[in-house]
């Protein structure tokens, strides 16, 4: 036989990683409070808008009407 053929050498291991990755815990990632509205639909953030000035609106004539 012909012993000069190279060995075959390892072509994929995973051996360890779930160990390393669970050593200081697996995280979920950060959530912020108000998430990016970049991207969302226009028509929707138009009438986003103003669905809250018409909620400010009718709180600030509630606190009018409580005060009076």
């Known amino acids: ?12 291991t995973n051996h360890n990683q779930n160990s ?12 912020h409070r108000y998430p ?4 969302v639909d226009a028509k929707f953030l138009r009438n986003q808008r ?3 000035k018409g909620t400010l609106k009718a709180l600030a004539a509630k606190k009018t009407a409580k005060s009076a």
């Open 1 to 12: 036989m012909d012993d000069s053929e190279m060995a075959k050498s390892k072509n994929h």
């Open 20 to 31: 390393k990755a669970h050593r200081n815990g697996i995280k979920k990632p950060k959530q």
């Open 36 to 39: 990016s509205l970049k991207g």
């Open 50 to 52: 103003y669905a809250k």
